[in-house]
């Protein structure tokens, strides 16, 4: 069984940085993808950034030049750095580990607040 745990949300005022963590236990094999996806209230979660084992790296338009995604693949973290944040990034922050070759996975953790307000 894999788990997935994220950390780091809190509270924030807008121009202000926050990091996530989020570290995945388990069976886990090689050429997966790690990301974040956060949901507002009323809203259909979204894509924040991914992060393929391989190196590349998808953002939404939204956070580009914000929000900087890394991995740590020895340990299977991956971070989400945020910066410049605004309060339209305003949500609940989804971990996502996945992989679409066989074996294939899709596992979720259980999130992480993040609210931006002065």
């Known amino acids: 069984q894999v788990q997935v745990v994220e950390s780091g949300g809190g509270l924030v005022q807008p121009g202000g940085s926050l990091r996530l963590s989020c570290a995945a236990s388990?069976?886990?094999?090689?050429?997966?993808?790690m990301g974040w996806f956060r949901q507002a209230p009323g809203k259909q979660r979204e894509l924040v950034a991914d992060s393929y084992d391989g190196g590349s790296a998808n953002y939404a338009d939204s956070v580009k030049g914000r929000f900087t995604i890394s991995r740590d693949n020895a340990n299977n973290i991956v971070y989400l750095q945020m910066n410049s944040l605004k309060p339209e990034d305003t949500a609940r922050y989804y971990c996502n580990l996945r992989r679409t070759s066989w074996p294939s996975y899709d596992y979720w953790g259980q999130g992480t607040q993040v609210t931006v307000s002065s």
């Open positions: 388990g069976r886990i094999f090689s050429s997966n993808v």
